[in-house]
């Protein structure tokens, strides 16, 4: 018997052992299963989103363009606004959706900047607007008067109140009251900062009189992908990782966001923010992975748009855009400037570069047969179309994608959606530097300078031509055939490609080279005029003269005169 009942209890204990490690074994592998589904949920949503910004462009673009006329009617221009507005909150829900995505491999920073805190918040209301006024919504505002600068990102501020308020007005039946409200506080200790001396905190408060949330749900709303189980009335955005991201941004800031709810009565969202810039990383003040693209302000693209006058005759850009629809737009807009040329993917757009020699380039990232970045990284390594400008043009919105584009040699990455004229600027400021970028080289050809090594290809390229030239330059017959036949170019490769990073055709060029090695001649003062014409390849004394004085303003005989 008493074997017996120790046989029990030790197949009673095994028994149960063997119960509880099978409950662990599959609490594992259901959360294994869950996390897979919200790993493909993201993904999926990730697909979307750069699908969406597309059409999306061709939608803000356009409609930009068309609230800027100043003949259109007031009864369209009032219609149109609100179209403007509900395109610019389909925009916010798409970023939502990549500063997710961001968050998830931790690779979005912070930049820490003072801005008006009331500017900004009356901003994001006048987006709300027309909805509170449609379904009878009061919207109030209170903001503590003295409140004006604050330190935080922006940006990411933005994207905090922007979708607590759309969830607010998700939850908020008609003829209910939204109330909005900032302050200071202060003595408030932050958990997320490692010195706990009490500080002054920024509160932003959002109350609604919506349905509330269970006291059973209020913890789990900020969990990925979690909906409050009335789905008529849910908190959550329709993507069910709003929250998630306004915690995330929260975090970031080493702030903190408290909720308090009510069954029947409503919702307050609660944000607390140190005031002031001492308690962040000083890598995140002020600054961003970015900073080294050039993006235009606002005033400067319109007064570049309103005044520019620098070209005389169309330049040519070659367009590379699988999608028809927008291929079509950019061919549309940028035509009375430019000659368009059109490419499909990126292996027929390497085939039009090589072609027609374009003065500067736009391309999409993900096209069939050769995508923007391998497209870009040959067009870079390929000496014949090495010094064209390429602005590359993108849904991938991570930080990582854009150095990717750069290191493939792209000048510029735009994102989309993109506004047409910060375009404009960009391809109008690639040109006009690249036609800058070398006028060092022909402000004179120092020896000590055509000797140094470059790691630049057009660089190295125009000092092969510059060392070549003055090898040759007794050479009468120096020309732009000799020229390409060295250096492998077709004759109009060479000539495009020389006109575009010096400024010169290729004769000036080296007529140029020719001009600056005979005026060292004369002030070395040890040969005749017409020994240095002949030295430096001029066929005739007289017209070495005419040209010197039409380069310099003097004649030869005049230089060790001045």
Known sequence: LAFLGIAYFTFKFLDARIKTKRAISQERERHLQEEALNDKKIQFFTNISHEFRTPLTLILSPLEDILKEKTLPEKFKDKLQIINKNTKRLKYLIDELMDFRKLQFNRIPLNITSFNINDLLSDILEHFREEAKQRNIVLSYEIERSLETVWAD?????????????????????????????????????????????????????????????????????????????????????????????RSFIDLHKGEIDVESEIGVGTKFRIFLPMGKDHHDASDIGSSPLDTIKVLPQTEVEEFVETDNFEQHKKTLLV????????????????????????????????????????VVITDVIMPRMNGLEFCSQLKSDLRTSHIPVLMLTAKAMVDDWVEGLDSGADVYLNKPFEMKVMRSHLKQLILNRELLFSKYMNGFKKEETESNSSSLDQQFILNIINYTQENIRETNLNVEKLADEFNLSRSQLYRKIKALTGLTANELIRKIRLDRAKELIEEGKYSISEISYNVGFSSPSYFSKCFRTHFGILPTDVNNE
């Open 154 to 246: 922006k940006n990411k501020v933005e994207k905090i109140i922007f979708n607590i308020l759309s969830n607010a007005f998700k939850s908020t039946a008609n003829n209910g009251i939204i109330t909005v409200a900032v302050n200071t506080k202060k003595g408030h200790i932050f958990k997320l900062i490692d010195n706990k001396t009490p500080l002054e905190a920024l509160e932003i408060s959002i109350e609604d009189t919506g349905k509330g949330i269970h006291p059973d749900e209020l913890s789990k709303i900020f969990d990925r992908f979690y909906q409050i189980k009335d789905l008529n009335e849910q908190y959550y955005g329709g993507t069910g990782i709003g929250l998630e991201v306004v």
């Open 320 to 359: 590379i855009e699988d999608n028809i629809e927008l291929r079509t737009y950019l061919k549309q807009e940028l035509k009375n400037k430019y000659k368009i040329v059109l490419a499909e993917n990126g292996q027929e757009g390497l085939e039009q570069a090589q072609k027609y020699m374009p003065d």
